[in-house]
């Protein structure tokens, strides 16, 4: 079954940097695009970034571009999230999430239970 | 990046049906069939609830559905149940300066 685990969450101070990774098991991890999603402790969900199958399209939300990057090892089946510059707004729990799979990467279906980032300093 | 809007909460009895609208513009829901509903417990990761505006992955009860209407999207879930109190979110691709956003989600209780 598909499993995705988050780690690299911690208490980071603001303008420090943290990577954030997602190993993935159960499936074919290099035929699918995947996604960064936070939420900050109790407001709605928030899309942070997606990356294709083969690492060569990336997308980023307005809030994170230019300071988080994405990025993945096919060969180590692992996802991950640098974040740089990281402010008070960044605190938030983190989940990878699958995609379902297509010509474009725009739907997430399976979800990581997710690692707390807390920027405070 | 602008939230699709939702309800804040909706409630209604056991047995009963709801229906979840979610708003966005021809950007987004209105210009493409990549809006999806995802159900949140409290303290557990979202689960897919539908994809495609109306397609069930399998293993999701067919009480709830989706459909959309111009800008509007929407989750109906019939026959409720105690079970499906959590939180509701939308999303959509959207071909504006984001390449993907989430509803501002919706409280279901089952009173």
């Known amino acids: 079954q598909v499993q995705l685990v988050e780690s690299g969450g911690g208490v980071v101070q603001p303008g420090r940097s943290l990577r954030l990774s997602c190993a993935a098991s159960?499936?074919?991890?290099?035929?699918?695009?995947m996604h960064w999603v936070r939420q900050a402790p109790g407001k709605g969900l928030e899309w942070v970034a997606v990356?294709?199958?083969?690492?060569?399209?990336?997308h980023y939300g307005d809030s994170v571009k230019g300071r988080f990057t994405i990025s993945r090892d096919n060969s180590k089946n692992t996802l991950y999230l640098q974040m740089s510059s990281l402010r008070a707004e960044d605190t938030a729990v983190y989940y990878c999430?699958?995609?379902?799979?297509?010509?474009?990467?725009?739907?997430?279906?399976?979800w990581g239970q997710g690692t707390l980032v807390t920027v405070s300093s | 990046q602008s939230a699709l809007t939702q309800p804040a909460s909706v409630s209604e009895s056991p047995g009963q049906s709801i229906t979840i609208s979610c708003t966005g513009t021809?950007?987004?829901?209105?210009?493409?069939?990549?809006v999806s509903w995802y159900q949140q417990h409290p303290g557990k990761a979202p689960k897919l609830m539908i994809y495609?505006?109306?397609q069930r992955p399998s293993g999701v009860s067919n009480r709830f559905s989706g459909s959309k209407s111009g800008n509007t999207a929407s989750l109906t879930i019939s026959g409720l149940q105690a079970e499906d109190e959590a939180d509701y979110y939308c999303?959509?691709?959207?071909?504006?300066?984001?390449?993907?956003?989430f509803g501002t989600g919706t409280e279901v209780t089952v009173l």
């Open positions: 990356i294709y199958f083969d690492g060569s399209i990336k």
């Open positions: 021809s950007s987004d829901v209105g210009g493409y069939d990549y």
């Open positions: 159960g499936f074919s991890f290099s035929g699918y695009g």
């Open positions: 999430a699958r995609d379902r799979g297509g010509v474009v990467a725009v739907q997430p279906d399976y």
């Open positions: 495609d505006v109306s």
């Open positions: 999303s959509s691709y959207s071909s504006s300066s984001t390449y993907y956003v």
